[in-house]
């Protein structure tokens, strides 16, 4: 049980450091390969609302996510939490959209399966504008 | 370390029993209860988004949101995740609001100090829509 949950951790925070190097530069690979086959997430807005499902699916989400955050966005980890197979990470971001000055606070929800993500759940906290 | 994480996933526990009880029925006193007197609050949106600092802006928070969803809110917990001082709650809510249907999918993360809740943070992962 302890040793599972190590494990979890250790992948969890590997996943969530490239999926923070894909947010800053738009490089996505090293966070795509971490997922499996049948990845799926949910997110809160626009386009890509509600259920996603399959890596394929993925791969485009994260190029219009950096897409419309042409700069990139920086995070501030906050906390981790985590069982045996979920961790969450809260963390605020910030970033240029649209040419206007962007901020969030974030939660997003890792499920991992073996040594890859197999899941995840965004959940906003605030509003673009604050964080 | 071990006990200290037991104890704070049981307090925990025991105050989303009565946040549970608090949006479903209006009755908040319990909940209230566990809260310390310096407690703080983030919430996405409204006339509450943002910091929300104190246990008096806690009450009107509480029954603002009993006044929104006058029918109450049910909730269906997904998954919970933990660590020495804080316990995330993944959830999703149903309810009214203003005559129409309401969903949405909820992260919430309680601080624990000694046996209270000393703050939290509120994040949405969907719309208010759909769940």
New interface residues.
């Given amino acids: 049980m302890v040793e599972e949950s190590q494990n979890t951790l250790k992948v969890a925070h590997q996943a969530f450091e490239y999926f923070r190097h894909g947010l800053a530069t738009g490089e996505w690979n090293q966070f795509i390969d971490t997922l499996t086959d049948d990845f799926t997430f949910?997110f809160?807005?626009g386009p890509y609302?509600?259920l996603n499902v399959g890596k394929e699916r993925a791969i485009a989400f994260f190029q219009y996510v950096s897409e419309t955050f042409g700069e990139g966005l920086s995070l501030t980890l906050d906390?981790?939490?985590?069982?045996e197979t979920?961790?969450?990470f809260?963390f605020r971001d910030e970033g240029i959209m649209g040419g206007k000055p962007y901020k969030n606070?974030?939660?997003i929800?890792f499920d991992i399966r073996g040594d890859k993500i197999c899941g995840y759940?965004?959940?906003?906290?605030?509003?673009g504008k604050?964080n």
């Fill in positions: 949910w809160p807005v609302h509600g906390r981790v939490t985590s069982n979920t961790v969450v809260e606070r974030v939660a929800s759940r965004e959940y906003f906290g605030s509003d604050s």
